[in-house]
């Protein structure tokens, strides 16, 4: 495996870590529809979480890791959130949250978590009163 899958796969635990220990339960990891991917699915009493984790052992022109969350990686996102919340009846608020790992090569452990909760919402658009099932459903507008 390539040193840039490995560190990705240490900062996913590391993130999967923070997550357990504020109470979360993780439902999956790495999680597919296609070619999509969620790197971490994880609930509490109230909430199902959707957790994109960027890892990196350095910042690049002060930019870092979770600012390499773009819109194509959102709009993915949002898709297969969707399809795990209708294929699981899933009735739980829906969040989605980025986890920034900053991993030191020197050390191998973490340096730096910066974890933001909300950090995006998909456009919702109304579903009507004929199609709606009981489920989530995310459109993009």
């Known amino acids: ?73 959102r709009r993915f996102m949002t898709i297969a959130g969707n399809a795990y919340v209708k294929r699981n009846n899933l009735t739980k608020n829906l969040r989605f949250d980025i986890a920034g790992i900053l991993w030191d090569k020197q050390s191998n452990t973490v340096s730096d978590i910066h974890y933001f909760k909300g950090a995006f919402s998909p456009a919702l658009r109304s579903v009507s009163a004929g199609s709606y099932n009981g489920g989530w459903k995310w459109h993009r507008r």
């Open 1 to 73: 495996m390539a040193l840039h899958n490995d560190i990705g796969h240490l900062g996913e635990d590391a993130a999967c870590t923070y997550l357990t220990s504020r109470g979360y339960t993780i439902r999956e990891r790495n999680w597919r529809l296609g070619n999509i991917e969620i790197d971490i699915i994880a609930e509490n009493k109230t909430d199902i979480v959707f957790v994109e984790v960027k890892t990196r052992t350095s910042t690049f022109a002060d930019v870092s890791p979770e600012q390499y969350v773009d819109e194509h990686k």
